[in-house]
């Protein structure tokens, strides 16, 4: 019979306990663990109370003009062109009643910034042009914005790897240099099991530290872990830890399986370290940005003057049109001064018009850099562990595009609401108030998630097993002398 | 029992060791003579296969090592020249560890601490860790493991290259009780008084190649050392 694995696990767990290197590892790694989740609490804090503001701010726009309008003598006279009045659609869907539609962050969104804070996590929706709010984007600390936030996907995604590095580059290649491998190698045990003890030893305290460390942050942070779909979702996140782990203790067993010196272990795994986590990312970013070049802003910029210029001079012939078209928008009294209204939708619909297809170019180059660097993200394990970390936490890609989405379906329904009404100058009754849109988020269903999470696990096991196996190949030609 | 069986091992066409036809049995202490590089060590290695052999097939116990490599350490103990422990932990718990490994997971701490009285190092130090030793107290400790795993084959790799004679001669000890428990041991060394004390029989080695075997009974001490440099000297 072979050593209890029991008894082998015991002896490494001493030898790491007496080891104070491997403390210090472990130690700095709770810490960085700890003010990753923080410092993504704090984040998350800010933005959820902007979010409801913002979202608050909605709905009390619409229930003051609402009062208003309720408010109004019945003989008040008829709103100017240009006037705030409830009664106005031009006044409530252009301006004052402009809808907020926000992303509501996911139940583990401490867990992940992603791109929350590059990306606008909601808009103000109005009857007016796409352009005037896709656009319209608050910028921050551009140096944050460049290196992301210090959160937990980062410290899981690039520093984990390292730390686990330094605990087992030299799992095998110490014992080899000090001779302790000498006396163990001349024991009824394989290799490959005394490299297992070593590995479930450091891996599991490692993996165990970010877990509970993680947790513990999160709950002293305040947020619940037992909220609706949060123990689904801290589930798959710790699949997600341990898979990522289990693939670079496996990188550091196939570096080790070779007799090879410490240092040249240490300088090949850091190679790895920094094609997978630093290198291929950043190629991926450019071979899609390059591939898929989007036309630029200054092209699209242009064309949307030349659009607007072009169209403001024909204004009044395409109001014109567009009455010949839609003889139903035409204003039951004409009222001279709203004219000018009027003209301007006719320009900004001529407008919309030309530029939809530089727009939709804009737009499909950005999908296929997406699916691009979706498809090659397999290449690192790196970005395959951040799309899912980023997944869990709410603040993907795909959630993302997906509420995006939404918000211009949103966008459209608002001025198919509005435009009408003010081309005919309809004015708004209480029962137009009711009708009035509103936008409701639609979250995505946790299985679509959940389906997504799988793939990128598949996409960490695969490479784990394919190095297992290597390393378990070649260490049966291992040789311990000579 | 060893059994060298054409044991040949080259490196990149230089021969580390050549056509080695060799038998221990049970009870017997051969002694390997030889200069640096005459391929004592390489012998060695192969028994405990931490290299593979070119030609020729190494057996202990009647078992190939190529095709047992592990079933074959379980009646193999190993003494290198440098006893290398974990050394941020005692002795005991290595002692305790290297039973487990070899076999025998069920020692008491008692029966432990059994071994190391015999082998002459005190309670006291044997709760210690290993890093505070002496070479002389690793080397106690490599011997206390060894006869903690009942072998029935006994590896040395110059085991007392650099003790001092007491503890050189707590080697002997070790050497005859062994050899009285019915133990093979297959011993390298440089020490010629040493092989002639506790040594059954004599192998001396040249370029590879085992060039003679002599009975120590045979043998005076002076005379093993006027065979051994006549052979170096050819």
């Known amino acids: 019979m072979t050593a209890p694995l029991g008894r082998m696990l015991r002896h490494e767990w001493r030898g790491l306990v007496a080891d104070r ?89 401490a867990t992940a910034v992603g791109q929350s804070d590059l990306l606008p996590q909601y808009f103000q929706v109005s009857m007016r042009s796409r352009q005037t709010f896709a656009n319209a984007q608050e ?11 210090f959160d937990l996907a980062f410290v899981i995604g690039s520093l984990f790897p390292l730390l686990i590095l330094a605990l087992s580059y030299n799992l095998l290649s110490a014992e080899r240099e000090q001779g302790t491998l000498a006396l163990v190698a001349s024991q009824p045990v394989s290799l490959g099991r005394h490299l297992l003890a070593k590995v479930l030893v450091r891996g599991g305290f490692i993996t165990l530290v970010a877990i509970v460390v993680a947790l513990v942050s999160l709950a002293a ?48 795994l850091a190679t790895v370290w920094l094609a997978v986590v630093v290198v291929v990312p950043a190629v991926l970013n450019v071979v899609a940005k390059t591939t898929h070049p989007v036309p630029s802003r200054v092209e699209l910029i242009s064309a949307m003057r030349t659009a607007s210029n072009d169209a403001s001079a024909r ?33 900004q619909d001529e407008v919309d018009r030309q530029i939809a297809p530089v727009l939709a170019r804009f737009d499909e180059q950005l999908v296929r850099q997406q699916q691009l660097a979706e498809r090659y993200r397999f290449l690192s394990p790196a970005v395959v562990t951040h799309a899912a970390l980023t997944d869990l936490a709410g603040t993907g890609a795909p959630r993302y595009r997906a509420w995006l989405d939404q918000v211009l379906g949103f966008h459209q329904q608002w001025q198919e609401f509005f435009i009408p009404r003010a081309f005919r100058r309809q004015w708004l009754t209480p029962a137009d108030f009711d009708a009035i849109p509103r936008f409701r988020y639609q979250a995505e269903p946790d299985s679509a998630v959940r389906g997504r999470v799988a793939v990128g696990l598949l996409g960490l096991a695969i490479p784990t097993v394919v190095l297992l196996l290597l390393a378990g190949n070649r260490i049966r030609r291992f040789e311990v002398a000579g | ?214 009975d120590t009974g045979d043998v005076g001490h002076a005379d093993l050392e006027k065979i051994y440099l006549q052979h170096m000297h050819d």
């Open chain 1, 21 to 109: 290197t491997a403390w210090l590892v472990l130690g700095l790694f709770g810490f960085l663990v700890a003010y990753a989740v923080m410092n993504g609490a704090t984040w998350n804090r800010t933005q959820s109370r902007t979010l409801d503001s913002a979202a608050a701010q909605a709905d009390a726009r619409l229930a003051g003009l609402r009062q208003a309008l309720d408010s109004l003598p019945a003989d008040a006279p008829p709103p100017g062109p240009f006037g705030r009045d409830p009664r106005s659609p031009a006044s409530v869907g252009g301006r004052d009643g402009a809808q907020y539609t926000v992303l509501p962050p996911g139940p583990l969104a």
């Open chain 1, 139 to 149: 910028i921050e600390n551009p140096s944050n914005l460049l290196e992301g936030r």
């Open chain 1, 221 to 268: 942070a305040g947020v619940s872990l037992t909220g609706p779909g949060a123990p689904a979702r801290i589930g798959l996140w710790i699949l997600v830890v341990v898979s990522y782990g289990a693939l670079w203790f496996a990188a550091a067993l196939a570096a080790n399986v070779v007799p090879r010196s410490s240092a040249a272990n240490a300088v090949l």
């Open chain 2, 1 to 214: 029992m060893l059994e060298a069986i054409g044991l040949t091992k080259t490196y990149d066409g230089s021969v580390a060791l050549d056509d080695l036809n060799l038998t221990v049995r049970a009870g017997e202490v051969f002694c390997l003579l030889g200069a640096n590089g005459a391929g004592k060590t390489t012998t060695i290695n192969l028994f405990l296969r931490f290299i593979a052999p070119t030609k020729g097939t190494a057996r202990i116990a009647g078992l190939d090592v190529a095709d047992h490599p592990l079933e074959t350490k379980r009646h193999l103990a190993y003494i290198p020249e440098q006893v290398t422990l974990y050394r941020h932990l005692t002795g005991l718990e290595n002692l305790e560890y290297f039973s487990v490994l070899g076999g025998h997971p069920d020692y008491t701490e008692e029966q432990l601490l059994g071994f190391f009285d015999q082998v002459g190092l005190s309670r006291d130090a044997a709760g210690k860790r290993v890093g505070t030793y002496s070479k002389g107290m690793r080397q106690k400790v490599g011997i206390a493991i060894a006869r903690a795993k009942q072998a029935t084959a006994l590896l040395l790799d110059e085991p007392t290259s650099g003790l001092d004679p007491k503890a050189s001669n707590e080697f002997s000890e070790l050497l005859r009780f062994m050899s009285v428990s019915g133990v093979a041991v297959l011993m390298a060394t440089h020490d010629l008084f040493r092989a002639k004390e506790s040594g059954t029989r004599v192998g001396i080695m040249k370029r590879g190649r085992l060039v003679t075997t002599l």
């Open chain 1, 315 to 347: 204004g009044a012939a395409l109001l014109a049109k567009v009455y010949g078209d839609h003889p139903e928008l035409a204003p039951s009294e004409s009222v001279d001064a709203g004219e000018f209204m009027s003209r301007t939708y006719a320009v």
